[in-house]
């Protein structure tokens, strides 16, 4: 004889019952806490931020990578970069070389950096500045096991590192290479370490009406900052008039920010 | 079956166990909300919002620094923050004490080194012949660069390899005098060379163009002529010209 | 490292710790898919193997999710996972798939398990006979109507279990291959690629472990058994080689442009493990040796020898699989100008020695649930102490 379909169902019952029961007195226990706003008057609806890089105008001073890392904390090493500066060199017989040397932080002008292709046959040079391209379609977001990382109203892609487990799946699905791993030190922004971070576009700075660290010390006017929605904003009127595109925008990521200066083999 | 009904208790009392139980035990503060973490995103972004800035933005220095930042303004370096090369300020607003900065050549050999890399119209000088080994703000001052330094010119190179060709018109070059007026309005005619051609044009009866002049012919042809070369230039030669007198 | 990485590509993140990660998923997907062909199946030369692979499989599911908690930069909030997942991911999954499948597992070997276990509980005395009592759930009826009804469990457990096993290692293989950031990633094969060569490290590992066992116990193989593993084995195997050149072919023919880096990347730069141990020695040269041994009439020891190193040389495949796919894939620059180097630590926790052990430890559970619950069900023997603890008991 079977387990009587009584005897099953009175079972069931009482599991099921039971953990309803159990498991909702959690909202009686907790009592959820209202979600703080961001302090002062910053309302995060009322803002959609972009960025253009100027590969026409940077000099690779490498001072944008030497005020990120002053002003967000970032590892010194030149394996933690939140933004970084390559440099292209292409060839007479279209070959393309791309450096960058400690991420661009000591900037280009020093030997042996500037004499590096001092014996090639250079055609055309410059150099482009990368950092998070805070996507409208982050793979980064979708990919984190405990949505620790998510995109803000006002289009920042954040990492919660209070809650990030450091699988770095995030890191494996950013194309760009703008994610890295904080290793184990003790001065970091949030206190963190051994979690995943990444440019916050100095959210810190632009809720205060400031701009990114990046952005305030170029000298060449190759970064620039502005509200997506304000059509008075520096980037507005950039889009308006010249001709930008995205890093690899066949993946479908939709990147914030847009360069100018369009080259074939920039990735 | 009273093996089933064990087994069938033993099942319900682990997934109580794994998927009830946590949820009511107290949590420790690193899991403190609950729920979906990207419903945490007000006050995640809120604690990322809060991080103290270091760099304070140059338009605070005027505040105590009025002539250095009037003079500052004045110049070419108006658009390199002082931040750029004095460092975040932030700590220098609380303590007051005075930001270190070392005004080594490699320092302004960071943004002004030739470098092929570099877009052509911003201001380069080759590190390993300008100046020697002196600093650079021996003759530059940091805040106001071109202080006391030569005219910059106001015309590119292009097409213009000799500069005395216009500017020394007395020395062994084609004009004697100043090259004359245009005999015709320009209405109309805003591209010269279509009419006058190059020098390798011979069929027409029009006067052509020399070769390397095709540059802004009006620049020339207008009244009164060009500036010659003032005295104490004696000697020089076009190949030094733009040493000094550095592209607009 | 050659040419341009992005400055933050200096480390490699997903290292040898997640190498033995679908390694270990794998085998345990193989080995269940072997008990389930003869518990679902009905493929009755499988018998002698049945219930041995089951308690393989458990035992290297036991430890599955040991190298993934290590490897977190923040282990202690692994729970994470369980808690507040984020369910666009797969790998929110994992927690949920591997208990599921892991009750599934625990239930299926106390089924197939029971009467032995209540045997031994009326058999022995003191501490063992606690632990068998508790593990009888204190119930120690075995009449024909409750073996009946225990089979029938069994069947519908094996039968779901072989999905669930399918999930268990095709989710690890969409975790690749949804990621469109790297293009040796990003094929939709990859699921299915894992799950084939999964199956077939499995069946290689029993091979391999039933040969041993029988030689440890001193018992002679079954001929029978061994052919069948060995069939099911080429079966799986072609049509592994099969998707895993299909994966290649169709890269190489569309030429796309990440086509320039994966062509280095196979030929140079992991070109002695993809092409020399994945494929030659790990896929092509055992299905050679194990259709020689069926095709011509190959007897007595040497017939055993030869499916012995051959199923050797597809679990070594295999392992060379896992590390082209995790390693080989963070080799290439998401530049698409260079390639990084990788070679593990010796010392340290993502090093060989850690991961040595973590490789053994299923093998230290195995011991043990074949010291409490021997699979065998040979024909009554005269009892023969060995040296190590496995002991056949009298029935």
Known sequence: MKISRRDFIKLGAKGLVGGIMVSSLQSLVRGFAAPEKISGTYDWEKHYWGFVCDNERCIGCGKCVVACKLENKVPWEPEYNRTWVERYVITEDDKVFVDSPNGGRDGFAMEPISTKYDALNIRKSFFVPKLCNQCDNPPCVTVCPVGATYKTRDGIVLVDQEHCIGCRYCIQACPYGARYILPDTSNTVLGQANVVDKCTWCYHRITKGLLPACVEVCPAKARVFGDLDDPASPVRKILAEKHVYGLKPELGTEPKVYYIGFEKGVY | ?248 | MTGFLFPNEGIIEWDLLIVIYPFITGLVAGAFIVSSLYHVFGITSLKPVARFSLITALSFLLITPLPLAIHLGRPERALEMFLTPNLNSAMSAFGYIWFVYLLIVLAEVWFVFRPDIVKYAGSSEGLKKTIYSALALGVFEISEEAQAIDKKIVKSLAFIGIPTAFLLHGYVGFIFGAVKANPWWSTPLMPIIFIMSATVSGIALLLVSYVIMSKIRNKPVDQACLRSLSLWLMGFLTVNVVLEGLEVFSMFYEAEESWAMISQLITQKIGISYIGIQFVSGAIVPLLVLGVVEAIGVTGPAKTVLRFMASVMVIVGVFAMRWNVVIGGQLISKSLRGFSSYVPPILGINGVIVSAVIMSLPFVILAVLLYLIPPWQDEPQAVRREPLSFRTRPR
């Open chain 2, 1 to 248: 079956m009273p093996h089933l009904k064990r087994a069938l208790a033993l099942l319900l009392l682990v997934l109580v166990f794994v998927f009830v139980v946590p949820r009511v035990m107290p949590t420790p503060a690193s899991l403190a909300a609950f729920g979906f973490h990207t419903r945490n995103a007000e006050q995640n972004a809120q604690k990322w919002a809060s991080v103290p800035v270091s760099f304070v933005s140059t338009s605070v220095c005027v505040d105590c620094h009025k002539s250095k930042f009037t003079l500052w303004q004045s110049g070419n370096h108006k658009v390199v923050s002082c931040e750029n090369c004095h460092g975040p300020a932030a700590a220098h607003l609380k303590t007051g004490a005075p930001e270190v900065l070392n005004p080594s050549r490699d320092l302004c050999g960071t943004c002004h080194a030739r470098l092929v890399s570099r877009p052509a119209d911003f201001p380069q000088v080759d590190m390993k012949t300008m100046g020697g080994d002196a600093e650079c703000i021996t003759c530059h001052d940091p805040h106001e660069p071109r202080a006391g330094m030569p005219p910059q010119l106001p015309h590119t190179m292009e097409g213009r390899a000799n500069c005395q060709t216009c500017h020394n018109p007395l020395a062994h070059e084609p004009f004697e005098a100043p090259p004359p007026q245009a005999p015709h309005s320009m209405e109309g005619r805003s591209d010269c060379l279509s009419c006058h051609g190059s020098s390798e044009f011979r069929g027409s009866s029009l006067p052509h163009v020399p070769a390397g002049m095709e540059g802004n012919c009006l620049l020339c042809h207008t009244a009164g002529g060009v500036k010659p070369l003032p005295a104490d230039h004696a000697g020089r030669t076009s190949s030094t010209c733009v040493n000094c007198h550095r592209l607009n």
